[in-house]
C-alpha cells in the first residue's frame, strides 16, 4: 500500500508576483465557492454573471468604490501598524454626523461653497480621528485590546446616529421619515456627470480619494513615519530595541485611520444622499467591506485602488441583484468573506511549500 | 564513516544511517551514522554548531530528515513526530528543560503520557511519580507549579519523565553544566542507575574531561560530520582535542591595554529591578565601567542578567536606585538618543531584528533619523540606505546575496553580524554584549572575541554577560559574577581562576566561605 | 424596581451570552482567538430560526445551528491553525461570511411567526442551574484531568506542548469547533429560547459581548456566568427602562451594552486587578513546529 504523506518546508525566498498572483487567485477561487453556494439557493448564475459585467462599467461602482478606498486606505495604514481598528463603521459615521450637523446649524448660507466644503471635510475627518483616538490611548496606556474598543465604539456611535434621525434632528419636511432635512446647496458636492446623465459620484470625494491613496503611499514606504509603522507592525519586540516611541506610533496610525474613515462618511452624507439617515444606510457595512478592500490590496494604498473597485463592482452588483431577483444584498458578504479566507489560506502557501512524500 | 548494515546485532538498540538534514541550503548534517547500544553511556562530542542537537533532535521526531534511515532493536521505523520516538522509546533531557510554566508537574508528566486517558484525574501518575522520585533521591513536589522551580528541579522532572515513559534511550543534552557539585552527582548517580536497568544514555557534551569520565564509547561531529567514533579505553584529553579542533587549542587573545584614557562610563549605584511575576530579579547592585575595559559578568541564566542589561538599556524600569550613564541619569535621556549611544546584541537575537523586512531596513533601525538618510527631516533616502547596507555587508561578511533578501532568511551566525553591524557601526561609547557566542562556531567566536577587544581598545567600554566561563575568562579585564541578584566584583583577569569564577556562579555569596574552607 | 420579572429576564438575555462564552473560553485557551464567534452567533440564529419554522421541532433547530457554528468554527480552525493564517482576519472573514449565509437563507422567512418556542416561565430556576452545572462542569474538565492539562498546555507553550509529545495542531482544531458548535448553539438558544423572532441582522453585536465575558471572566468558566448575568442584568434593565413610567430613549439606552462592555474593559485593564486576568500566553499566536536554529 502506498501512502501519500504531506509536510510542509517554509520556502527561502517567496513565489515571484506573489503580490498579483495572491489576490486574483483568491478571487477565482471564492467566486466558484460562493457560486456554489448561491447556487444550492436557487440563483442562476447565468444572470450572476450578466449583472456582474454591467456593474464592471456601471459609474455606481465607483460611487461606492470610493467610501472603500477611502477607508481602505486608512485601515492599511493601521493594520501595518499591527493596531487591529475594526471601528471604521463608527468612524465614518463620526465623519458623517459631523459633517450634517455642522452643515444643517452651523455652516451659514452665505458661506461660499468652496470654503464650506473644506470646512466640513476638516471636521469629518477630526471627528473620525477623535473617535479612533479613543481606543488608541486606551491601547497605548492600558493595552485594552483595540478590536473590541473599537466595535464597541461603532456600536454606540449607530446609537447615536439613529437617535439623533429619529429625534432632535428629524426633518421637519421629511415626513416623518428617520432623516434630516436636505442640506443648504453651499454644502452639497457637486456630482459627474457622464454624457449629461448625473452619477452619483461627487467630484471632490473622488479627488481625495485618489490623492489620500497617493499621499498614504509615500508615508508608508518612503517616510521615517511609515518606516516606525512598519519596524512596530512587524516586530514589537524590534521597535521597543530600537528605542521607537510606540505610544506615538499607535496613536499616528490610529488617527490617520480614523480621519480618512471620516472623510467617507462626510463624502457619503454631502455628496450622496445629501441628508443624514439611519446609521445602517450610511454606513451600510463600508466599514466591515473595507476591510477586506485593505486586506485584498496587500496593504498598499495603490493596490488597494484596484482592490477597492473590485469590491465596489461588487457591492453595486448585489444591490442590484436584490431589486432583480430578490436574493439580500447581505449575500455580499459570503463573497467577500470567501475572498479574504482564500487570500489569507493562499498566503500561506506561497510561503511555505508542500512536500509530498510517497512512501511505501 | 559509514557503519556497514551487517553492524546490526542484538545489541544495538538505535542506528541511524546516512542521516542528512538542511536549512535553508546549510548542512546541518551530511551522511551521518550514529549507533547505540544495549546499556551504554555514549557520549556525543563537538563544538556548537557541529550537528549534535540536530541528529538528536531528528531521533526525538522533533525535526524531519531529509535523507537517511533509522532502526530501532533491527527495525527500519519512521520518526515523523515526538510521539513516534516516544512510541519507540526514546526521550530526551533538554539542555534548557522544555516544560510548561503554567502547569504543575503533574500535569507535565502526564501530556507524555498516552497511556493515560483524557479523562484522567492525576490520581494514579502522582503517586508514580513520588515512588521514581524517591527512587532517585529527587526530591520532586507534583503538585508544584514548573515556575516555581530551580533549574536542577525541572531538570530532574524531564529525567522522571523519561523514566515513566519506560525509554530504552534517555537522551541528556549537556546536563551537568549548570549545575552545583551535589546536583552533578545525582546526575551522575541517575545514569549509572539507569545503565544496571539496561538503559541506554546518550550524552551530549562540550566538556571533555566529563567525558572521558563517564562514555563507554565517543562519537564526535565536526561541521555536519562524524569525524571519529572511539571506545572510552582509547580516548585521551589530547587525542580528543586534536579531533574536535583543527588547531591546537585556541591562543589567548593578544590584549594590551590602553590605560591612558579612563574616563568613567557607567556608574549603577544599589540598582534594584523587577521581574515579570514583580519578584526581585536585581537586587542592589553596584557597578562601575570605564571606557577602554572589558567588564565581564559570568552568571547563570536566570539570576538577573536579562533584567540589569535590560534596565541599563532603558527597556526596563528601575524600582531603586540610579544608573549614571556617560556623567548624566539614564531618565535623562530620551529612548532613541539612549539606544544610539549603546551598542546591546543580545542573548535572543530575534528580539532584535525584523525577520519578515530587507536586510537594508534592517540595518537602520538606528540610524533612519540620522541626516546622511534622511532628507527633509521626513523622507528616507533608500538609494543612500542600499549603498550603506552594501558596504556593512562586506566589511562584516554576512552572507547574504544582496541586501534586499529577508533577514528572517539568514543563519544564525549571520543574523548575529547583522546586529553586529547595526550596533557597531554607530561607534556607540559601550558596548553590550549578552552571550555573544553561544550559537557561532569556533571561527566566528575568536573573530568576534577580537573585534570587541579591538573596541576596547579604541576606547570603548563593554559589558560581557555570558554563561560560558570559559568565555569571560579569555576575554574580560575585570570579572564579575551575579547570582540571585547579587553581583559580585571578583578581580581583574589575573587574579582569577575559572574554578573561582564558577563556585561563584554556583553558590554566589557563599562561595566565599567554601573557599576559606578549603 | 427589580422585580421577578426582571431578574428572569436578566438570565434568558445571559444565557446566549453564557453558552458562546464558556465554548470561545475552550478555543482561547487553547491558544486560538476566535473572532468568527460573532457571525457564528448570527449565523446559528438565522439557522435555528429557519430549521424550527421547517420542522416545528425546537431540538433539532438548536442542533442545526450548532452544526452551523461548529462547520464555521472548523474552518476558522484549519484557516488559522494549518494554515498559519492570522488569526484575526481569518475571525473577522468567517463574521462577515457568517452575515452573508444568514442574510441568505433567512431571506424567506423573515417575519414568519415560530410554530414553536423553548418556553421557560416559572421554571426559570432549573434553567439558572444547569447553567451553573454546566459551567462548574466546564471548569472542572478544563482544570482537574488532563484534557485540561492538554488545552491548557497548548495555549501557554505550543512548543513545549509539542515537545512533550501533545497534538497541538490536532488541540486546537478542536476547541475551535467546540467553541463554534457553542457558539452556533447559542445563536440558536437566542431566537428560540429568548426573543422567539428573527429578521435581517438578529442578533449582531451579541458575540462581541461574549469575546469582552471571555476576557473578564480571564478565561475562567466558573466566573463566566457571572458577568452573562451582568449583561443580561443590563438587557433587561434596557428594556423595562424603555417602558413607563421611565420611557428613556431606546436608541440612547441602546447604547447602554457596548458601554457597559467597554467600561468594564478598561477598568480590568486599567486597574490592579490586571494582574489576575493574564491572558495564555500563546493566545493569537500561530504555531510553527520546526523553529529557527538559533
Known sequence: MFKIEVTIKKRSRELPYSGFIIPLSSIIISISISLIILGLYGVDPGKFFKVFTTALISPSSIRYAIPLILSGVGLAVAYKANVWNIGAEGQILAGALVASGLALYYIPPTMPREAAVLLLYIAAFLAGSLTALIPAILKALYNVNEVLSTLMINYVMMQIVNYLVYGPWRGKREYGYPRTDIFPDNTILPQLEIGGLKTTINIPTLILMIGSAIVIYVILFKTKWGYEIRVYGLSEEAARYGGLEIWKIIILAMVISGGLAGLAGAGEVLGVYKQLIRAERVSAGFGYTA????????????GILLSGYFIGVLVSMGYTLQIFTGVPYGTVNIFTGTLLLTLISLDFLSKYSPVIRVRR | MNIPPTFLNSDTVVLMRGITKEFYGFKALDNVDFDIKKGEIHVLLGENGAGKTTLVKILTGVYLMDRGEIYIDGVKRDIRNVGDAVKYGISIVNQYPQLIDELTITENISLSLRSLGI????????????????????????????????????????????????????????????????????????????????????????????????????????????????????????????????????????????????????????????????????????????????????GIAGNGQRELIEAIYGVRRREAGKIIFLGRDISKYNARELRKLIGYIPDKIPEAVIL?????????????DNSVIL??????????????????????????????????????????????????????????????????????????????IKYRDHGKAILLVSEDSEEVMKVSDRIMVMHEGNLYELGSRDEVDLGLIEEYMIRGGEAEEVIKVG | MISLDIIIRAILAGTPLLIAS????????????????????????????????????????????GIAGGILGLIHGIVSVSFRGRQV?????????????????????????????????????ILLISELAIAFLLWYLLFKIKLGAIIRSVGEDPISAYGLGVDVVKTRILTTLFGGFLGGLAGGWYVLGYIHIWTEGTG?????????????????????????????????????????PYNFNPYL????????????????????????????????????REERTI
Open chain 2, 356 to 368: 519578515n523586512m530587507p536586510i537594508y531596513e534592517n540595518l537602520i533601525l538606528k540610524k533612519y
Open chain 3, 204 to 244: 449582531m453585536g451579541r458575540g462581541w459581548i461574549a469575546l469582552a465575558i471571555v476576557i473578564v471572566s480571564a478565561w475562567n468558566p466558573l466566573l463566566a456566568p457571572i458577568f452573562s448575568l451582568i449583561f443580561g442584568g443590563v438587557e433587561a434593565a434596557i428594556w423595562r427602562f424603555q417602558l413607563p
Open chain 2, 119 to 298: 479523562i484522567h484525574r492525576f490520581n494514579k501518575i502522582k503517586e508514580k511519580i513520588i515512588e521514581y522520585s524517591d527512587k532517585y533521591s529527587f526530591k520532586l513536589d507534583p503538585d508544584k507549579y514548573v515556575r516555581d522551580l530551580s533549574f536542577s528541579e525541572r531538570q530532574r522532572v524531564e529525567i522522571l519523565k523519561a523514566i515513566l515513559l519506560d525509554s530504552k534511550v534517555i537522551i541528556m543534552d549537556e546536563p551537568t553544566t549548570l549545575l552545583t557539585t551535589w546536583e552533578r552527582k545525582l546526575i551522575y548517580q541517575f545514569m549509572k542507575r539507569a545503565k544496571e536497568e539496561g538503559r541506554s544514555i546518550v550524552l551530549i557534551t562540550h566538556k571533555l574531561s566529563e567525558a572521558l569520565e563517564v562514555a563507554d564509547r565517543i562519537t564526535i561531529l565536526k561541521k555536519g560530520r562524524v569525524v571519529a567514533r572511539l571506545n572510552a579505553e582509547d580516548a585521551t584529553y589530547g587525542k580528543l582535542m586534536k579531533l574536535m579542533f583543527d588547531k591546537m587549542h585556541a591562543k589567548t587573545v593578544d590584549r594590551k591595554r590602553d590605560v591612558n584614557s579612563r574616563n568613567e562610563v557607567l556608574r549603577i549605584e544599589d540598582l534594584m529591578v523587577l521581574d515579570e511575576y514583580g519578584r526581585k530579579a536585581v537586587k542592589n547592585v553596584n557597578l562601575k565601567l570605564y571606557s577602554g575595559e572589558i567588564v565581564g559578568i559570568a
Open chain 3, 22 to 65: 464558556l465554548g470561545e473560553i475552550y478555543t482561547e485557551r487553547s491558544g486560538v482567538l476566535n473572532l468568527g464567534l460573532e457571525g457564528i452567533f448570527v449565523l446559528g440564529a438565522a439557522v435555528s430560526f429557519v430549521t424550527t419554522v421547517d420542522s416545528g421541532n425546537v431540538i433539532l433547530g438548536l442542533i442545526f445551528a
Open chain 3, 253 to 288: 439606552l441602546g447604547a447602554t451594552p457596548y458601554l457597559t462592555t467597554l467600561l468594564i474593559l478598561v477598568i480590568f485593564m486599567a486597574t490592579p486587578l490586571k494582574k489576575y486576568f493574564r491572558p495564555p500566553k500563546a493566545l493569537g499566536i500561530p504555531f510553527y
Open chain 3, 89 to 125: 482576519v481569518s475571525g473577522l472573514a468567517l463574521t462577515i461570511v457568517g452575515y452573508g449565509i444568514a442574510s441568505l437563507i433567512g431571506a424567506k422567512y423573515v417575519g414568519k411567526p415560530l410554530p414553536t418556542y423553548i418556553y421557560i416561565g416559572d421554571k426559570w430556576i
Open chain 2, 375 to 452: 532628507r527633509k527631516k521626513i523622507f528616507i533616502d533608500y538609494k543612500s540606505v542600499y549603498k550603506y547596507s552594501d558596504s556593512l555587508i562586506s566589511e562584516y561578511n554576512i552572507a547574504a546575496e544582496d541586501p534586499g533578501v529577508e533577514a528572517g532568511t539568514l543563519s544564525g551566525g549571520n543574523l548575529q553580524k547583522l546586529v553586529l553591524a547595526r550596533e557597531l557601526s554607530l561607534d556607540p561609547p559601550l558596548i553590550i554584549a549578552v552571550n555573544p557566542s553561544k550559537t557561532l562556531d569556533h571561527f566566528s567566536t575568536e573573530l568576534l572575541h577580537s573585534t570587541l
Open chain 1, 291 to 302: 476591510i477586506i478592500v485593505a486586506w485584498l490590496g496587500n496593504l498598499n494604498p495603490l
